[in-house]
């Protein structure tokens, strides 16, 4: 029933406004701003009574659980773990693989190896597939002494 009476006065809202805005181009509005105001106020209040429906019919362990916060990261802490990340896979890293392996989301994953590789603390290569992978040189394994040699 909330949520049937929410709908209803989203849509009185939505109403609302039309009105004001057709009063509005016709020229003939006297108080657009309260009518508007008014319009946003019932749309508002509307949708407030529908999450408030649909939250009711959750599970309490759900419905009252607290919402988990993810800690912020410093931006040296981010950086860390990605080179760590970069490090136990030889030096050369995907974004999903820094991704899976820390606490970033893959946009941010995506954003922190673009600024390094402005940095220049690390190239990108693409493969033909058109992934991108980021090698940093200095942790790369170094050859050994014969192989160096011969080269």
């Given amino acids: 029933m909330k949520s049937i009476i929410g709908w209803a006065l989203a849509a009185f809202g939505v109403f609302g406004i039309g009105l004001e805005l057709d009063k509005l181009?016709?020229?003939?509005?006297?108080h657009t701003i309260a009518g508007f105001i008014l319009g946003a106020v019932f749309i508002l209040g509307g949708l407030a009574l529908v999450r408030s429906s649909r939250r009711a019919k959750l599970p309490p362990e759900l419905r009252d659980a607290p919402v988990a916060v993810r800690p912020s990261l410093d931006s040296?802490?981010?950086?860390?773990?990605?080179?760590?990340?970069?490090?136990?896979?030889?030096g050369r890293v995907t974004i999903a693989e820094v991704a899976a392996s820390s606490q970033l989301s893959f946009t941010e994953a995506k954003e922190v190896l673009e600024g390094l590789s402005r940095a220049g603390a690390c190239t990108v290569d693409v493969t033909e597939n058109g992934a991108f992978i980021y090698e940093f040189s200095g942790l790369m394994p170094r050859e050994t002494a014969p192989a160096a040699l011969k080269s």
């Fill in 25 to 30: 181009i016709q020229g003939t509005a006297e």
């Fill in 76 to 90: 040296r802490d981010v950086e860390r773990a990605v080179l760590t990340c970069a490090k136990e896979h030889g």
